[in-house]
């Protein structure tokens, strides 16, 4: 604990350096001796579970096989992915569609499955943007992006997008406060304490279809939001946020946020604030943010401005939204699997506070306060304490589960993964990870019905622990087995991007709903080709439009004629195939602002090609799909602007 | 065989279905019984060899280690990557500039190693760009791409980047014919046989700095050139490369490109054309071609244009080239470690012939050819070939090499590779893939000393074998064991983007040099700040520099007004840590068409901002850098067009 005092010196905070993790020393037995059998998954057989991993900065989900550590998919979300076109194609640029405009990169910090009865129900999985404020959901039978939304009146969009036990709700709470958008005008940054907000957002998603929408948003201090859960079974009804920066800095935080022995956990009773907003409580906020929808049957995204939404206020939600005080800077917030405790992980804290549900509610009852912060108040800290762990290592970040009535604490600045009894607080185990754990996860942790089993650790300092690979290097995790008493560690494996949460679900609740690939028939793409007899060219204006198709192994057309210099040539392609795992691709030598496609069985994705340069271009396919793949490939003439070239296209010479 | 032949038939054809490759019947002991422990890597050890791949469609190198098959690091080369803002910042921009202008995608097909004696040497790698051709070449200190050439005169740069033994030059090829580009105006497809040709570049290589500048081309007929190698030791001095559609078809090449029994491998004397060129022969040809170099003290890349290529005829080059018949449709064009054998992998052939480097001299020498094909004597197959391996497998693809004469080669169609002595020509043993493999690679197999010990198979198809992921599914990679008699399967891993050609070396020979940060004191990046005491805001007319420092745990200056909507924001970010492994992330909420930068220590990365709306808008460290990394935020204010406020920065209230 010394240490951490000495961390917390103003000194060592001014500096920063002390702050990254120590190299914790000595592995001692670690790693189990039969390890490798243990992560070693046979060729041809498959992966226990579905680790979907958040990719952070690379702004998309990456998804691991587990006990593996495989990389199975990256799914595009919130990034531009020249792999496969996402953010490139007509099809689907407006998924990246803001009200600021088409942005190509995005921040995934946290992923949540979708929940029926607080347990994983294998439909969906939500991811949040960090730096431009959006939610996404992403459908588990396609593996794509069906949906995002913009939040307004946000910045640092951290808090999210965790979910309510059903999945009525996604939130989403402002990490960085702003000004809320109908008063953003040009305001003095040290105006910060009078101007500056927080809000929280409750998106509502149709229990059926999964389609989102901003229920309503409530109004709140201008302090910093990090983390949180919902609650399950007694506490079904509350969400918990973790917030920092009580003491309202807006320069240099590392020092001036950090001078509060303790900030809050805030506890609101959504359901409760649903019905108000329901009831018209709250006022109207005129904002811009963007709505963002997959359409499975055109294979086209469509992006749509909203102007208003509903703004509840504390003064609303009075005996729905109280303030519990917390050590110090919290991150982490996170609810057992019975519902009655919360454990709030304070990152400069020296101890893990655990409170109770129970004790909440007759603090409420009693109205055992201490003041209020803002119109929040602020419920007594032993009131609703259950216990604190003590001496559980340095820097506490985030809790999850197992099925035992155990929690598992990862310790960024004493880098270890730590386990203690919930109910007595006595600390079972500890062991070292390298290095600077961020968060962790359990098979199905943050449930009501956690699997355990494994426990990883997402780690952000990497040197030494792979073949280096210059100044920048991977990120890593690491799988521990915590089916027995002591934790033991099996693998090492690098991460994409740079994980912050991550679930993990048994692969039969994922797998048993997904398309092979897509039925042509259903295809209501606008421009879709059915077959080869449905290709053509089309002019209109200095727009023409290919309706050009792949199948193994060519394109129909393969030879296109008169196409000029200022023309805007929009490829329509389809492919016709309907089998598994045939995608092709397709690309144009010398395409500005253009990544290739990859076109999955039955989908129709358009590339756009402005021609500069009257010549010759080819076009081919971009997936290796058959032995004759190298032959499919086709021919683009380009005449001169002002010319007047027959539009002809063709196939082995026929049209 | 019968199978083939029915696969070669024109219906079949026609429909392609039967061309991608069967599920090969029984797995028999594949699998060893300890596969497990030989494949895994114990947290905290390093793989023993670096496995450089390409990424295919991603446009980027993929860097695995082996034989853990883990991901340690995708280098952006051709393709943007959010992930890092390769491709987004302005001093990376220029890398992606071609002679079309900024093409945000590349097909990355091929990787080399560069040599030293026809040895690998640990300094840099060489990659291919097929759609807009391109090669580049990767630093193996820094990972980082060095430099990009743009090839003229060719479209599909296929047979590329394939080197000499002592890394002279760099070839390639153009896959699909076009018009020369001073010959490229408003051509009719059905002049095809006329006006395509085909080319191949000879890029020069400085064998201290790696810097690439194009010698001279070849004008060669309108064929499609597939891959290549040098020869070595007796051979050192020529280049062979794989040629197929000789039917010249412009339509539907699957079956018009599919005619002819054989097609070629050609041989070029390239040290002779290498004279001829230094002596003033060929003619100069107008072009225009981009030339991106990266400075590694400017920490910028710069784009040029060039606009003049020396071709060289086949009639210069009379006595140095040579066709040789090679059936069917060849793709693998592959030199044993010797220098004697050239193996041609015609894909549709039911055999793999073998060419000895000794008879074709003699062919030469005593002029035993049997006609000419477009001025190229064509040298005669019997006279040339040492044997043919019979009864390999369906669909030969690609051949790599051990240490004891044997010759492993990749059956796409039958999924399977095939082990074979190249002196007797016999097959010694054979293995199922899963599925269609296309290149193979043993370590170090295309060099003079193959380490062999590993072979890894890079698959096409890939159904079953990993847990779904929808109609997308992950490519996948199969290492086997090849030190004993019978290769051994051990590890199925999945491969980012679409793997072609890859290479491996051990550890020692690549990790030797690699610097673990940037020294500040040398970065002369014009912008950069090399400490706090640098930090400033400087407006010139509409564009407002920003000289940004970021360090564990504050952006310097994290306060900035006097912004106008309507300016050029560029923030030029400097990371000021030294020390390995604290790179520092920076984004600004809702900026346009950009994606965030990391910034590795020492470095100065240029964000640009174009802020189109008034308000506050929040920046922060995207990389999670310390326990008060969630504290690295800033405020920027943005007043209106046509106001006139006061430009103020500061940190803690201090400028």
């Known amino acids: 604990m010394k240490n951490l005092c000495k961390h917390l010196g103003l000194a060592a905070l001014a500096t920063g350096f002390l702050l990254t993790g120590c190299k914790p020393k000595g592995t001692g037995d670690a790693v189990s001796g039969d390890a490798a059998e243990r992560v070693y998954v046979k060729p041809g057989e498959h992966d226990e579970f579905y680790n979907f991993v958040s990719g952070g900065f690379n702004g998309q989900l990456n998804i691991y096989g587990l006990p593996s550590g495989r990389l199975l998919k990256v799914v595009p979300v919130f990034s531009q992915n020249p792999e496969n076109g996402y953010g490139y194609s007509e099809e689907t640029k407006p998924m990246l569609e803001t009200s600021h405009g088409f942005i190509p990169w995005g921040d995934l910090h946290h992923v949540e499955l979708s929940q029926t009865n607080s347990e994983v129900d294998g439909r969906w999985i939500f991811c949040n943007e960090n730096n431009t404020p959006r939610v996404a959901r992403v459908d588990l039978k396609t593996f794509k992006t069906a949906e995002i939304i913009e939040l307004p009146n946000s910045a640092g969009n951290h808090s999210s997008p965790f979910i309510t036990g059903n999945t009525e709700y996604v939130v989403a709470g402002t990490r960085f406060s702003i000004p809320f958008d109908d008063e953003n005008g040009d305001i003095p940054l040290d105006s910060y304490r009078q101007n500056f907000k927080g809000a929280i957002s409750f998106i509502g998603v149709d229990p059926k279809t999964g389609a989102m929408d901003i229920d309503f948003q409530i109004q709140l201090p201008g302090i910093d939001f990090d983390l949180s859960h919902a609650g399950k079974g007694p506490s079904k009804d509350w969400f918990f946020f973790s917030c920092y920066n009580s003491e309202k800095a807006n320069t240099l935080l590392e020092v001036n946020a950090s001078q509060n022995d303790k900030d809050f956990l805030m506890a609101i009773n959504w359901r409760k604030a649903a019905e108000l907003a329901k009831a018209g409580k709250g006022r109207k906020v005129k904002t811009k943010y963007a709505h963002n929808v997959w359409d499975e049957e055109t294979h086209t995204g469509k992006s749509e401005i909203r102007e208003e939404v509903t703004m509840l206020s504390i003064e609303d939600l009075k005996g729905s939204i109280y303030f519990m005080p917390c050590p110090k800077s919290p991150h982490g917030c996170d609810v057992d699997p019975t519902g009655e405790y919360i454990i709030g992980s304070g990152k400069l804290a020296a101890l893990i506070p655990v409170f109770s549900f129970t004790k909440i509610q007759k603090a409420i009852e009693k109205n055992d306060v201490i003041g209020d912060y803002d119109g929040v108040p602020v419920l007594k800290y032993e009131s609703v304490l259950h216990g604190e762990v003590e001496k559980p290592g340095l820097g506490p970040l985030h809790t999850e589960f197992d099925a035992h009535g155990n929690a598992y604490t990862s310790m960024f600045l004493s880098s270890e993964v730590v386990k203690w009894n919930i109910k007595d607080l006595k600390v079972l185990d500890r062991q070292p990870t390298y290095y600077a754990t961020g968060h962790l996860m359990t098979i199905m942790g943050d449930t009501a019905k956690p699997i355990g089993k494994y426990l990883v650790a997402y780690n952000k300092i990497t040197?030494?622990?792979?073949?280096?690979?210059?100044?920048?290097?991977?990120?890593?995790?690491?799988?521990?087995?915590?089916?027995?008493?002591?934790?033991?560690?099996?693998?090492?494996?690098?991460?994409?991007?740079?994980?912050?949460?991550?679930?993990?679900?048994?692969?039969?609740?994922?797998?048993?709903?997904?398309?092979?690939?897509?039925?042509?028939?259903?295809?209501?793409?606008?421009?879709?080709?059915?077959?080869?007899?449905?290709?053509?060219?089309?002019?209109?204006?200095?727009?023409?439009?290919?309706?050009?198709?792949?199948?193994?192994?060519h394109l129909a057309p393969d030879n296109i004629e008169g196409i000029k210099v200022g023309d805007e040539v929009l490829f329509h392609v389809t492919n016709i195939e309907q089998d598994w795992d045939i995608p092709h691709g397709f690309a144009v030598k010398g395409a500005r602002n253009q990544a290739e496609l990859l076109i999955m069985p039955g989908e129709t994705v358009t590339y756009k090609w402005n021609p500069e340069r009257v010549g010759i271009f080819p076009m081919y396919c971009t997936d290796f799909c058959s032995a004759l793949h190298q032959e499919m490939q086709g021919y683009i003439r380009v005449s001169p602007a002002g010319s007047n070239p027959e539009l002809k296209w063709s196939l082995n010479n026929k049209n």
Not at 495 to 506: D, I, S
Not at 513 to 522: E, H, L, R, S, V
């Open 463 to 553: 040197k030494d622990r792979y073949l280096p690979t210059g100044p920048e290097l991977t990120q890593s995790a690491q799988l521990f087995d915590i089916s027995g008493d002591k934790m033991q560690l099996l693998l090492d494996f690098p991460t994409f991007g740079e994980p912050h949460y991550a679930q993990a679900a048994p692969a039969d609740l994922i797998k048993k709903d997904q398309p092979k690939f897509y039925d042509i028939a259903k295809n209501n793409h606008p421009y879709v080709a059915r077959g080869e007899k449905d290709t053509k060219v089309v002019r209109e204006g200095n727009k023409v439009h290919v309706y050009l198709t792949t199948v193994r192994s």
